[in-house]
């Protein structure tokens, strides 16, 4: 082995995106060169452009001190969501190019297969691994220990960890952009396709670390929300008092400690394979691919639910805030998530009915997967009965709910003909199932996901997202969302298979056209979410809520100011009843303050985080490129800050009673001085965060 | 302190209300990480199971296993448990650093014992052709088997890490987590080596 082997491992000219087109300049080699290297720029001049923006605004320290060190459960989810949001804008181009390749498909296209191949399967691992879960983890973050009573998560420092891994794991997806390519094996990596015979690549393996990363981060946040849940609720907060939204964390919490092992597994039995010669899924000497699929959709079914869940957490949210209402049938609608969450580890083979079990299997399987269609239709008419004769505002976030509600209904109809497992046959791979999962995932998370980031964006930042743009993102979604995949339910059954690059049937030709267009306007909510951000930043005065209660809702984190407090609650809150801050608002006790203040304890930050995602990033770009010598520095570097970790004793700083005394009669007298407004007048800049009371009564009665 | 200390770390469901019990907080964390590996172990079981006979014409367990040396390990593991409940004993009854990493250091010496007869053992079937790229049967065994040897050995060096914790603190709050947490976890292992043992070569020789 030579040294520049040894340092570079398999890293060498050939992995930068432009280097096939000089070699062999194809017209395709160009078109597809160009596209890579477009894009391989944006990640360059992207990261360039931060760090330059950064030194020259002089923020270094800022970033450490006040974000990447920082172990704040509200900070920490804001970071998440910041990964969610550039994730997304990434994957949903990927998407629209994909619909361009195809809307321009017959008789070939401008994609070479293998880009086209890579691009589904960003695109999937993206949207699943580094928009959803970091966007709903980010959210939960935020949300959660507020919503209980608490100042922070059980474990402020594993949080931040989690934060790390996750980060290192976007940052491989983000890297093998720019250097070497990524699989082609979808977001699913089957082998034995993904397997070194057929796939001798950097690819799958950019693919199992990435995953691998964020997978263990993600078991690390199921832990330790719910011990959160389990064991900080405020004194008084009952679990049937919980919050819908608490509720659904606690089940997503539980479904990551179960289901998140199996995606470990997997996706290290696979590494194995490719690094160490087992066989557990080649095609040769006993391996059984078989068992992948399995193991997989252990992980990956759960994970639906996982992913959903938490948005029908913040649908139980926002449509009671909206809808001047409590939430109707609060039991049964804990119920349904439990028996959800508890359904979603027994339908996990309905991902592969015709891999050829038995009969009956697949039946058991079908029969068990029309059944989570039950406690779903329970919450679709607990969210209807909800808003019945309630005072309904259109804002954007209940605008999101509505469009959730018919689409979802939908999307839930096409699985219940998909869980048939004789249907299933005949649409199995094809567009039909691309059309019935985007229809799930993108009302069913996407929305819920947009629309908690609208009705809590004040209390992270105090201050409310411009309306008429997050308006226009939201139709934008809606309707774009509808154009981009209903046609392909039609085309699914017209018998055209997922994946494909190119088709040589004119038939397909109008479906795909009118897919494309919907693609352009989801492209469109994306630049409107953008322009919405940047507009309210610009306005971010006239749209304050420093009162902390813009909504008029009902749960525990809209007692408190907007943006929360570092230590969230002045004094913890005694909860009596379910909707406790609107029972307190009825009683004329929200903002009473407390008869005394003591000292509070809280975490102090620590870099543990960050540098366990930088070891982590370095480790996992060391086995993609056979860098042997940087795997085990990371991975020394990593036992020793874990260990260096262990002895550290100063970790919880003390606020003094005085301060926080002080901090709170401040916000009182802003409380005070506020207007109250009524909930038909919320959108205007008068509203300041202070609910019109009477009318809570009125609606009371 | 007293108030702030259980009388065992046992998993404790109920919600701890007006104050946050830092050790009752801290050790439930701890059982429901143990889930979640168990899950993992459970998952590496199933596969064994399923490809326990996919031995590609190559050596099965009859070739392959020494039960004397396993016998060894088995033995060892099991003394160690027995030996670290008397370390968390002596921690409970205030018996004094030394007598804690005493206990402690004991411990180690068989988890490494149990380490060494292993490792050889891997040696051994590696000599013999039994290597994990040699069929599904050998990667399902060598998937499982060293799965909880790196569980061991990372239990050694926490145990290590401890007593030099416990040099340079005393037996502080977090020095006796610690150890009530690699109590559980050194437990966990042992239960999953019975679950090997029978599984893995009593079931394989039998």
Known sequence: MSLTQFIFGRLDLHSLPFWAMIEHPTLQNIVNGVIATGAASLVVIGAIATVALITYFGQWRYLWTEWLTSVDHKRIGIMYICIAFVMLARALIEAALMRTQQAFGLGGGFLSPHHFGELFTTHGTIMIFFMAMPFLIGLINIVMPLQIGTRDVSFPVMNSVSLGLTMAGAAIVMISLVVGRFSTGGWSGYPPYTEI????????????????????????????????????????????????????????????????????????????????????????????????????????????????????????????????????????????????????????????????????????????????????????????????????????????????????????????????????????????????????????????????????????????????????????????????????????????????????????????????????????????????????????????????????????????????????????????????????????????????????????????????????????????????????????????????????????????????????????????????????????????????????????? | MSENTLDNPGLRLRASYHHVNREDEVNFGFWVFLMSDAIIFGLMFATYASMRHATAGGPGPTQLFDIGSVAIQTGALLLSSVVYGMASLAMKYGSGCRSVIAWLVLTLLLGLTFLGFEVHDFLTMFAAGGGPDRSGFTSAFFGLVPLHGLHVTSGCLWMVVLIVQMLRYGIDDDVRLGVQRLALFWHFLDIVWIVIFSLVYLGGLA
Not at chain 1, 380 to 408: D, Q
Not at chain 1, 476 to 495: Q, V
């Open chain 1, 197 to 701: 015979t057929f796939n001798p690549g950097v690819g799958p393996d950019y693919w199992i670390w990435a995953v691998s990363l964020s997978g263990l981060g993600t078991m690390m946040t199921g832990i330790n929300f719910a011990v959160t849940i389990y064991k900080r609720r405020a004194p008084g907060m009952t679990l049937m008092r919980m919050p819908l939204f608490t509720w659904a964390a606690l089940c997503t919490s539980i479904l990551m400690i179960f289901a998140m092992p199996p995606l470990t597994v997997a996706t290290l039995m696979l590494a194995c394979d490719r690094y160490l010669g087992f066989h557990f899924f080649t095609n040769a000497a006993g391996g059984n691919m078989m068992n992948f699929a399995n193991l997989f959709w252990l992980f990956g079914h759960p994970e639906v639910y996982i992913l959903i869940l938490p948005a029908f957490g913040v649908y139980s949210e926002v449509i009671p805030a909206f809808s001047g209402k409590v939430l109707y049938g609060y039991t049964s609608l804990v119920l349904a998530t439990m028996a959800i969450a508890i359904l979603s580890f027994a339908v996990w083979l309905h991902h592969f009915f015709t891999m050829g079990q038995s009969a009956a299997v697949n039946a058991t399987f079908g029969i068990a997967t029309m059944l989570i269609g039950l406690p779903t239709g329970v919450k679709i008419y607990g969210w209807m009965l909800t808003m019945f004769r309630g005072r309904i505002r259109f804002t954007v976030p209940m605008v999101y709910s509505l469009a959730f509600m018919m689409l979802f209904v939908i999307g839930g109809l096409s699985g219940i003909i998909l869980a048939n497992p004789s249907i299933d046959y005949q649409v199995h791979n094809t567009l039909f199932l691309v059309a019935h999962f985007h229809n799930m995932l993108i009302p069913g998370l996407l929305f819920g996901m947009l629309a908690g980031y609208h009705f809590w964006f004040p209390k992270a930042f105090g201050f409310r997202l411009n309306e008429r743009w997050g308006m226009a993102s939201a139709l934008c979604w809606i309707f774009g969302f509808m154009f981009a995949f209903f046609p392909l339910y039609a085309a699914g059954l017209l018998g055209f298979p997922r994946r494909t690059v190119a088709y040589y049937n004119p038939i397909y030709v109008p479906y795909f056209a009118i897919a494309e267009f919907g693609a352009l306007l989801v492209l469109t909510a994306l630049a409107c979410l953008v322009v919405q951000f940047v507009v309210s930043v610009v306005q971010r005065r006239e749209n304050r809520v420093p009162a902390g209660d813009p909504w008029n809702a009902n749960s525990l984190e809209w007692s408190v100011a907007c943006p929360a407090p570092d230590y969230d609650f002045a004094v913890l809150p005694e909860v009596t009843a379910r909707d406790a801050f609107m029972v307190a608002k009825e009683h004329g006790t929200a903002y009473l303050a407390p008869e005394r203040f003591t000292d509070i304890e809280m975490p102090r930050n620590s870099p543990l985080g960050f540098i366990l995602c930088v070891t982590g990033s370095c480790a996992a770009f060391g086995l993609v490129w056979h860098m042997w010598w940087l795997v085990a520095l990371a991975m020394l570097a990593t036992v020793g800050a874990m260990i260096w970790h262990g002895f550290v004793r100063d970790y919880e700083h003390i606020i003094p009673a005085d301060e926080i005394r002080r901090d709170y009669m401040r916000w009182l007298q802003v409380v005070t001085a506020a207007d109250p407004v009524a909930r038909d007048e919320e959108l205007v800049p008068r509203n300041t965060g202070l609910a019109d009371v009477h009318e809570t009564l009125e609606a009371a009665e």
